[in-house]
Nanobody
């Protein structure tokens, strides 16, 4: 069973940067859409950014716009460059993907993705 594998989390001070990466556990997995969600203690999982694999179309939550950049690094690797980090960005960041038919209007809902990673911790100190 395929899953997503995240890397690149860590601890930084406010204003710093981190780069998260994500790849599928099996190279035969051909994603249609890949995305990042995050979850803080006591909060629901929330959408961060998404990337449509075939044409590079992206979308971001308002909190990420202008600070985060989602990109396709290679055939199998997606990354999230996070700049100007804030303490409120502290969370476990999960990579999500699907290779099935996808309605772009649902891009920010976690139910639209059926392959997930275990997450990587990002901690931003003030």
């Amino acid at each position: 069973q395929v899953s997503m594998v995240e890397s690149g989390g860590g601890q930084v001070q406010a204003g710093g940067s981190l780069r998260l990466s994500c790849r599928a556990s099996h190279e035969t997995f051909e994603p249609n859409v890949m995305a990042w969600f995050r979850q803080s203690p006591g909060k629901e999982r929330e959408f961060v950014a998404t990337l449509r694999w075939r044409d590079g179309t992206t979308d971001y939550t308002d909190a990420a716009k202008g600070r985060f950049t989602i990109s396709r690094d290679s055939k199998h690797v997606m990354s999230l460059q996070m700049n100007s980090l804030r303490p409120e960005d502290t969370a476990v960041y999960h990579c999500a993907a699907t290779d099935r038919a996808f309605f772009w209007s649902r891009r920010s809902t976690f139910a639209a993705y059926d392959v997930w990673g275990r997450g990587t911790q990002v901690t931003v100190s003030s």
